[in-house]
């Protein structure tokens, strides 16, 4: 079975026909804590198709479902606290039996479950209260199940072989299920009642109450993959409030940011929620996962650009980030993992089909890009910070890093960066648009490989530049010059093979014959946020980018309508990525556009605020129409980190922001604000070791600038 058989793209989601309709059109919620999340509907209900309790990339719970004299209640809503601690659902009863009377009417029981997820466990309340002028009989039951299916098996893969679930040990107030997985590994599902229900299976508790009118009852509920101590009141109510003091402390890093547009302050303060959410403790700090459901797990690629997004105001999580990855760069040379010495991880996972070699992703390296975006984003952050001592210890990986790509580049025809995987069972494309069918030649056809994307280019130019940077502060004979010789070098090439002067806009790749992929994508935008093109090509790049072919209006397109593959619904050939927009908005704004930048800011925000302000990994890319909202991709993840990092690299664009840790000083150039923002403050920007507050207002056309804070020298030019 090949990686392509799994799903039409392994890093992207499972295929829409691969999840039950109703259910992939639902709205579904996730609460996450390190390496256990639970995603379930409006109800709260896990009814076992993308969605369940998941620890390790195993599904440990795969149905959940709460009965009011077996039928479910009546929804009233189903909403994440704006914090990502607290899931909460309200439903109300149908027609219930009366204690030797009539039957009891619909609406007289208001039902509350109250969620969330707590050092790896599940934590649940059920509030029911009477409002009733009768007591009523309440029937009461959850069923449950365990699949214990691997995320891969989630998302489509058909194994030829599973483990043994043993059978479900039930006891007064428990049950427990067990998997021993092909792996010799024995997984666990523990669910615990604080009541004794008055029926008890391996499937199903009952519980049956007499509730007096104007009663309530609780029933607390703990879900995990170990035993632990009964459910009470106390417990949950401890838990909850460390939850979310824990949330409050991941939610307090780096500057404070706030404007004067209540929608705008909402679409900022969700996606600082988001990215807390998903950002996870490790031993070499703090680092983002990718997504949820599909992606909660580190990626190379993703937290990369994610911790380059809030750079400016939060360099922590690029500190956390460059020090894992450099921890698990590749060491040996395997094809099946795509691995080579030096290279950079794109994915890890932990469920039993990595282990056992299934799947190649326990860790994988097959990602072309992430290699230079790692060197990189490690010149940025020196940049960004003055931190040398930590670049200092990243040198060897630094090293290693550079010299897989600079043996790569020399034995390229062209001197470029190219990937071919290593087996069947790898990545087929391995930039970010990394699904089998998002590259292609004007004819549609797929190219043969090696393939070389423009924007892979992009980033080595910028890992060249970073190296030289850090070799001339090092002080390293000779070096700095040597690798600035190699990036102009590799700039001419980019120009000269790229460049489709007929069409004014980059080829995305070349193939292994050296013949360019003549189509218009979204790629060259991340050219621009390298700095590779002239300016002459970069303002016609961007007139492209602007045009209605690219911009939906709510976003940029991957593909442009009217190229061979063009699908709207498709993952990479014409949806909208809010990444990739913020990442082209950064590049228009590097070459002085920022009257660009404004109106492709104006788009995502007005399409944050249609999806209740959180940006899913993407959407559809239908041209925008008067009274109607962004069409859903229903099975993206939300959230996701890279769309929740948007916003920031957004708003660092329309400012034109950029920050000097090593001279202490902050530059603006030409700033703008957003449309309808007057007021925008940036409160508590460390820039080395002092801190300064900025407020930037709108008068008259123009954004004046007022700095409050002593040691920091702030630049302004128009």
């Not at 190229?563 to 070459?591: E, F, K």
Request: net charge neutral; with cysteine.
């Amino acid at each position: 079975m090949t990686v392509d058989e799994l799903s039409p793209n392994v890093k992207g989601p499972i295929a829409w026909g691969e999840v039950e309709e109703p259910r992939a059109l639902q709205r579904m919620f996730a609460l996450k804590d390190r390496d256990t999340f639970v995603v379930a509907d409006p109800h709260g209900d896990i009814l076992g198709a993308g969605d369940g309790v998941f620890h390790d990339d195993t599904r440990i719970l795969s149905h959940w479902e709460l009965l009011v004299d077996d039928a479910r209640p009546t929804l009233l809503s189903g909403a994440i606290s704006h914090d990502n601690v607290v899931f909460t659902a309200q439903s109300l009863n149908k027609a219930l039996p009366a204690p030797g009377g009539p039957v009891a009417p619909p609406g007289i029981l208001h039902i509350e479950r109250k969620r969330f997820v707590w050092e790896e466990r599940i934590y649940e309340r059920l509030t029911i209260a009477n409002y009733g002028t009768e007591a009523v009989t309440l029937p009461l039951a959850f069923e449950f199940d365990a699949d214990f299916h691997d995320m891969f098996e989630v998302r489509g893969a058909r194994r030829p072989a599973r483990g043994v679930r043993r059978k479900p040990a039930v006891g007064e107030t428990t049950v427990a299920f067990h998997y021993v997985g092909l792996d010799e590994v024995e997984r666990c599902c523990v669910i615990a009642f604080s009541d004794k229900p008055t029926r008890f299976t391996a499937r199903r508790a009952e519980f049956q109450y007499e509730l007096a009118a104007d009663d309530r009852l609780e029933l607390h509920v703990e879900i995990g993959a170990r035993e632990v101590a009964a459910p009470t009141r106390e417990r949950f109510r401890a838990a909850a409030a460390r939850a979310r003091w824990a949330m409050r402390a991941r939610r307090r890093h780096g500057a404070r940011l706030s404007t004067d547009g209540r929608l705008f302050n909402g679409w900022i303060g969700k996606s600082v929620s988001d990215l807390a959410l998903l950002t996870t403790s490790m031993e070499t700090g703090p680092y983002p996962y990718a997504g949820i459901p599909w992606f909660s797990t580190p990626f190379g690629r993703d937290g990369i650009l994610t911790a380059w997004q809030v750079l400016w105001f939060d360099p922590s999580l690029a500190r956390g980030v460059l020090t894992y990855l450099a921890a698990h760069q590749a060491e040996s040379l395997s094809p099946f993992r795509d691995s080579q010495p030096g290279k950079i991880m794109h994915e890890t996972r932990r469920g039993e089909m990595a282990v056992l070699g299934e799947v190649p992703f326990g860790r994988y390296y097959g990602g072309v890009d992430t290699t230079p975006l790692f060197v990189a984003l490690a010149g940025a952050y020196a940049r960004r910070t003055g931190d040398f001592a930590l670049i200092e210890r990243l040198w060897p990986a630094l090293e290693r890093a550079m010299t897989w790509i600079v043996s790569n580049l020399d034995a390229h025809p062209e001197g470029l960066l190219a990937y071919a995987r290593g087996r069947d069972t790898g990545l087929s494309n391995q930039g970010w648009k990394d699904s089998g069918d998002s590259i292609f030649h004007a004819d549609g056809r797929f190219p043969i490989g090696p393939i070389a994307l423009v924007e892979v280019q992009g980033y080595v130019y910028a890992a060249l530049r970073s190296m030289a940077e850090l070799s001339a502060r090092r002080e390293a004979s000779g070096e700095d010059r040597d690798w600035a010789r190699r990036a102009e070098a590799l700039r001419d090439r980019v120009e000269r093979l790229f460049w489709m002067e007929d069409l004014g806009f980059y080829a995305i790749a070349l193939d292994g014959k050296g013949a360019p992929c003549r189509i218009f994508a979204s790629n060259p935008g991340h050219l621009l946020f390298t700095g590779l093109p002239s300016p002459e090509r970069a303002q016609r790049v961007t007139e492209r980018l602007l045009s209605s072919r690219l911009n939906s209006g709510w976003g940029i397109r991957t593909l442009a309508p009217g190229q061979p593959r063009y699908n709207p619904m498709s993952y990479h050939n014409g949806s909208v990525w809010p990444h990739d927009t913020a990442i082209c908005a950064l590049g228009l704004s590097n070459y002085g556009d920022r009257e660009g930048v404004v109106r492709l800011t104006a788009g995502l925000f007005e399409a944050a605020v249609q999806l209740e302000m959180r940006l899913p990994e993407l959407f559809c890319g239908f041209p925008r129409q008067a009274g109607e909202a962004p069409t859903p991709y229903p099975v993206a993840c939300l959230p996701q980190a890279w769309a929740a990092g948007s916003v920031f690299m957004m708003l660092q664009a329309c400012l034109g922001i950029s920050v000097d840790g090593v001279r202490g000083q902050v530059d603006l150039f030409d700033p703008h604000l957003p449309i309808g923002i007057g007021a925008f403050s940036i409160d508590g920007l460390r820039v080395g070791d002092e801190r300064v507050n900025l407020r930037f207002d709108q008068a008259s056309g123009r954004v004046k600038v007022r700095v409050d804070g002593h040691g920091v020298k702030v630049n302004v030019s128009a």
